[in-house]
């Protein structure tokens, strides 16, 4: 849910809920005081305690007691005479917010609230006969207080005119009233609490929740560590914002960790190099302080001595290409020229060029292909011509037997040709076998200058068969020799049918 929609949300449920749920409270509270009201008071009918006509709820509290003074007056007026009579009728009234006031003529006789508040009234009640009907009617009298009286007359049984008054404060709120109001304003100001609390604990889960959240994974970052997760799942902009932060967060670890990687490696290949290029200059500097010594004294050892020089000059070139070759993998800066190469020819001329070396280290080489001669591959002639003799030579370093043996076969594989180059060397451990083409893998960690190597020059190979969009593997058995598969696709030209052509 984005932001903007949220704030609509917090809007309407700080303006128009309150509103609704107070109005259902109101509509509840006042429906449940009116029947409870009804019920104390034994009234057949609703009263609505909250009608600004306050005659209806008096006028009803009262009309059971209107009923009984109108049926004595018919039948015994001279009861209103009577002391403990017109008490009986007035503490009824005075439980319904009323009291009884009875005239004789101009003189009152029974006032039923004692005092001056009952006394007050005299001079303004309405005379004999002056309000037509009985207590159907009513008038208001004002004064500090407004009171509503109902008045029925009668005459004596002497002839004296009487009047009966039932009349009714307006001062006070009757209890349920008062109380109904309370639970409104007390229910109101809950209601409001509540959702004034339900909208911040929302606001807090979904937007400072994920916001401290993110404070918390910009202190780690700010602190150097990248090992954590933002776990934020929300679909507004600040769930995204977690989401592109957490995905920087990775990429900067996987960046980090890169770089860590990097230098570990750099930092062992100039280990690998010093040492290796140590080892022919050693012998360099030995061999020509020979000559110089006069040791090379025959013309036999002065020519060994030089083509040993001469060789070690070739393994430090060789370890130097390696290096300059190293730094284009790792800046993607590789120079290839693909051109259509014959795979026949190609690789019976490696063979030929491969094989004057392996003779001298008496290593027997054999080649076998089972391609047709109109086979061709795009390729890079220079490179993959480095892809066969670091293979090769990586051979030569770990065989082990008196009479070397390294055999190259091209196969037809559909459509790829595929190159299997196998030696009789030592062979690799089936938990060494998935690695060797890894940076500076060794299936023996520790250094062997009778080895020597940079420790790269299978990672190459790799490099350059997948930058040709081929594919390269090992199989090994220990003791017996280990064989390098490499697949390349064939060059297939799209020959049109003569009616295409003519089209």
Same mark, same amino acid.
């Given at each position: ?178 109380? *109904? ?134 393994? *430090? ?66 490179? *993959? #011509? ?14 082990? #037997? #008196? #009479? ?100």
């Amino acid at each position: 849910m984005k932001i903007k929609t949220r704030l609509g949300m917090a809007f309407l449920t700080v303006t128009v809920l309150p509103m609704v749920l107070i109005y259902l409270a109101f509509w509840g509270l006042s429906h449940y005081q009116m029947d409870s009201f009804r019920k104390a008071y034994g009234l057949s009918e609703q009263v609505d305690l909250l009608s600004s006509n306050s005659v209806q709820v008096f006028n009803r509290l009262t009309k059971d007691s209107q009923v009984e003074i109108r049926q004595v007056i018919q039948t015994e007026p001279d009861k209103f005479l009577d002391p403990d009579f017109l008490d009986a009728v007035n503490r009824k009234l005075v439980g319904k917010y009323a009291y009884l006031l009875v005239r004789r003529d101009s003189e009152i006789i029974y006032n039923g609230m004692a005092g001056e508040q009952g006394e007050e009234l005299y001079d303004r009640l309405p005379a004999y006969g002056e309000i037509e009907g009985s207590f159907e009617g009513g008038i208001y009298l004002d004064g500090e207080t407004q009171h509503l009286v109902k008045q029925e007359d009668f005459e004596f049984s002497d002839g004296a005119a009487g009047s009966a008054f039932i009349v009714s404060g307006f001062g006070d709120f009757i209890p349920e009233v008062k109380s *109904m109001m309370a639970e409104i304003i007390l229910a109101g100001i809950l209601i409001l609490l509540l959702v004034g609390a339900a909208l911040i604990g929302w606001v807090y889960k979904s937007l400072l929740q994920p916001l401290s959240q993110l404070q918390k994974a910009t202190h780690e970052i700010k602190n150097g560590n990248l090992d954590f997760a933002l776990d934020v799942d929300y679909d507004d902009e600040i769930g995204q914002l977690c989401q592109d932060f957490e995905e920087m967060r990775i990429r900067l670890k996987e960046s980090t960790e890169e770089k860590v990687q990097y230098d570990k490696e750099s930092k062992e290949l100039i280990s690998n190099i010093s040492h290796d290029l140590k080892t022919p200059i050693t012998a360099i500097k030995g061999y020509v302080e020979g000559i110089m010594d006069g040791v090379a004294a025959s013309p036999e050892k002065l020519d060994k001595y030089i083509r040993t020089i001469y060789n070690k000059a070739n393994d *430090m070139d060789r370890l130097i290409d390696e290096l300059t070759f190293y730094s284009k993998i790792d800046t993607h800066k590789i120079p290839y020229t693909f051109s259509k190469i014959n795979v026949a020819g190609y690789f019976k001329d490696c063979v030929e060029e491969v094989g004057l070396d392996l003779d001298a280290n008496n290593i027997e080489l054999g080649y076998f292909n089972y391609v047709d001669e109109d086979v061709v591959v795009i390729a890079d002639a220079e490179q *993959m #011509k480095r892809v066969i003799n670091n293979i090769i030579s990586n051979s030569v370093k770990y065989l082990d #037997k #008196k #009479k070397g043996l390294i055999n190259i076969r091209i196969k037809d594989v559909g459509d790829f040709i595929q190159v299997e180059i196998e030696d009789n060397g030592r062979g690799i451990a089936a938990k060494d076998l998935p690695n060797i083409f890894d940076r500076f893998y060794r299936t023996d960690s520790s250094r062997n200058s009778s080895k020597g190597g940079s420790g790269i020059g299978l990672s190459i190979v790799r490099k350059i068969i997948e930058d040709h969009g081929g594919k390269i593997w090992a199989t090994s058995k220990v003791g017996i020799g280990t064989e390098i598969h490499f697949v390349l696709r064939k060059y297939q030209e799209v020959i049109r049918d003569e009616e295409d052509t003519d089209r």
